[in-house]
């Protein structure tokens, strides 16, 4: 019998990523944050380290949805998978994972060109 959290999975990695930036419950790695920070699970400062995180992460989301359409349908796919593929997920590591294929991405199309290499990239001279 399959589990249902990994069928739900196994269809997210087959089904491709919609027009939209997708919902993602940062609950979890919240606070796992808010408690990494704190003295003793007691401590009253993680439920507000908690909701600070969740309030930037839903400021990340917001200028997610502003560059969406910017990165290729097939880092979107890519990145939205790996983000949620651990269980926890974050627009932050969504962010870093699409910029980080568009950069590199922007990189390969300017070496193939023939451009100089940037200036300190390691090249002897």
Known sequence: ??????????LQLVMPVADS????NVEQVCDGI???GGVTFHDPAIAQEKKNCVESE???RAELTKQWSTFSAADRTHCVN???????????????????????????DEYEKGAPAAPNSGKPK
């Open 1 to 10: 019998m399959i589990l249902p959290s990994a069928l739900a999975l196994g």
């Open 21 to 24: 930036v997708p919902n993602l």
């Open 34 to 36: 808010a408690q990494q």
């Open 58 to 60: 839903q400021g990340i």
């Open 82 to 108: 790996e983000s949620v593929m651990g269980g926890e997920s974050s627009y932050t590591e969504l962010l870093t994972c699409l910029e980080m294929a568009r950069d590199v991405r922007a990189l390969r």
